[in-house]
């Protein structure tokens, strides 16, 4: 049979939708793995920034301490000296301002020269929380910290003092706030 013409089957309605059904599940599984993706890596930034921030932190307090003129260092002992420090660990909110007030909280600024650090007691003009991750803003005459604070801490043996730096923001794609904090030692040996 030379001559004639075979029907071609195509393809039903319910072998389309099928296939437009799996199609549409690979394509909504790729996003969602790419909006995974750009989340972790904001995140990341974002510890990588605050880690930043910690780390200023310290080494302005380590200035602080060192400085010939050790009236700031002396008054931080008198005036900013914590007995307890904020819990930090599975927390479902950041601290409230009046819980940082209460235990002496505070953050390390440039005032004024470039040169010029000081100490910022955390107040309702110089703390908030964070917006996007924990920061201390520098670019104003008052300096503020968003999410970020240090408590300092009388240590075990003589002269010893711990300086409690902690962060918590509340970060893209997550329900609970992300935290981050050190503890580093400086000892007193004047």
Not at 24 to 31: F, G, K, N, R, T
Not at 132 to 147: F, R
Not at 155 to 162: I, L, R
Request: hydrophobic share 45%; net charge neutral.
């Amino acid at each position: 049979m030379l001559g004639s013409t075979r029907h071609q089957r195509g393809d039903t309605i319910i072998e389309v939708m099928f296939a437009f059904v799996i199609f549409s599940l690979i394509v909504v599984e790729a996003v969602m793995l790419m909006n995974k993706g750009i989340a972790l890596a904001q995140q990341s930034l974002e510890i990588t920034q605050v880690r930043s921030q910690i780390d200023a932190q310290i080494t302005m307090m380590k200035y602080l301490q060192q400085q010939t003129d050790d009236t700031i260092w002396r008054n931080l002992l008198v005036d900013q000296l914590s007995t307890n420090v904020s819990q930090f660990g599975d927390m479902a909110t950041c601290p409230a301002l009046a819980d940082l007030q209460a235990k002496k909280a505070f953050f390390i600024a440039r005032k004024g020269l470039p040169s010029s650090i000081g100490v910022t007691p955390i107040g309702p003009a110089t703390y908030s929380d964070a917006i996007t991750y924990s920061a201390v803003d520098q670019s104003t005459a008052s300096p503020k910290a968003y999410g970020l604070w240090v408590q300092l801490v009388k240590a075990e043996g003589n002269g010893a003092y711990d300086v409690h730096v902690r962060a918590c923001w509340g970060s893209v794609g997550t329900t609970r706030p992300m935290l981050i904090g050190t503890v580093a030692r400086l000892y007193d040996l004047r």
